[in-house]
């Protein structure tokens, strides 16, 4: 994946990402054809805990505002770069942004277009005039449980971070909440959270990035 330029107004940015609490699934609650103890050792949920592997984590409903459209390999810039607006709307209307700006991988297929949204969370659910002018809109990211793991690295690199999510979830017997369709792969909920404020930090090579990908239940 290209690197993306995603700038934007610091705010309350916590270990969440931008999508709500995150509560690790322990032992307890992965039944067996999950994540069962001959599987995940004390060092790898310790590991999880740092952001170092994957893990499963459960999340409530977080409410956002945002801006989509569909984009290409080459063009995702299209969708990102627009994440100031989401922010300057915010604070025209004094709503104050609870985390992280993400984008929401709707539809996905790698060799046309991608379905996207550039988003950023809030307290409560936003009303949108039906008369405000531009594309911008209010949702909700569904609770669940989600399949997560945070990078610090370059965007360049997220194509081999999002095989390697994808591989540990099969590799446990996890299933995704996606589904085929004409367009491509629809994901229930897929986000990848930009934790870092670029212009605190420039070199987008120490960037820590969320992916969390939900589950079926």
């Known amino acids: ?20 609490r995150d509560d690790e699934v322990g032992d307890d609650e992965v039944g067996d054809d999950e994540v069962g103890d001959d599987e995940v050792g004390d ?5 999880a805990r740092m952001g170092d592997e994957p893990t499963v984590v459960v999340r409530p409903e977080q ?3 945002a801006i989509a ?6 063009t995702f810039g299209v969708v990102a770069d627009r994440i100031p607006e989401l922010f300057g709307w915010l604070a025209a209307r004094q709503i104050a942004p609870v985390g992280a700006p993400f984008l929401r991988y ?3 297929d790698m060799e046309r277009e991608f379905e996207i949204e550039a988003g950023v969370p809030v307290a409560e659910v ?17 609770a669940g449980r989600y399949a997560a793991v945070r990078h610090v690295g370059h965007p360049d690199e997220l194509v081999e971070v999002n095989r390697r999510l994808l591989d540990w979830a099969e590799h446990r017997g996890l299933r995704w ?11 229930g909920c897929r986000t990848e959270t930009y934790e870092t404020d670029p212009r605190v930090e420039a070199d987008p ?3 820590t990035i969320a992916l969390a990908f939900r589950l079926a239940d």
């Not at 909440?177 to 994901?187: F, H």
């Open 63 to 65: 409410p956002y505002v």
């Open 177 to 187: 909440d996606v589904s085929d369709t004409e367009r491509g792969q629809r994901w």
């Open 106 to 108: 709707n539809v996905i």
């Open 43 to 47: 060092d790898e949920v310790g590991r």
């Open 69 to 74: 459209g569909r984009v290409t390999m080459q």
């Open 205 to 207: 090579h120490n960037w």
């Open 1 to 20: 994946m290209t690197a993306r330029s995603v700038s934007y107004r610091a705010g309350s940015v916590g270990r969440t990402g931008g999508c709500g």
């Open 126 to 142: 936003v009303k949108v005039a039906d008369d405000e002018p531009g594309d911008l809109f209010a949702a909700v990211l569904p």
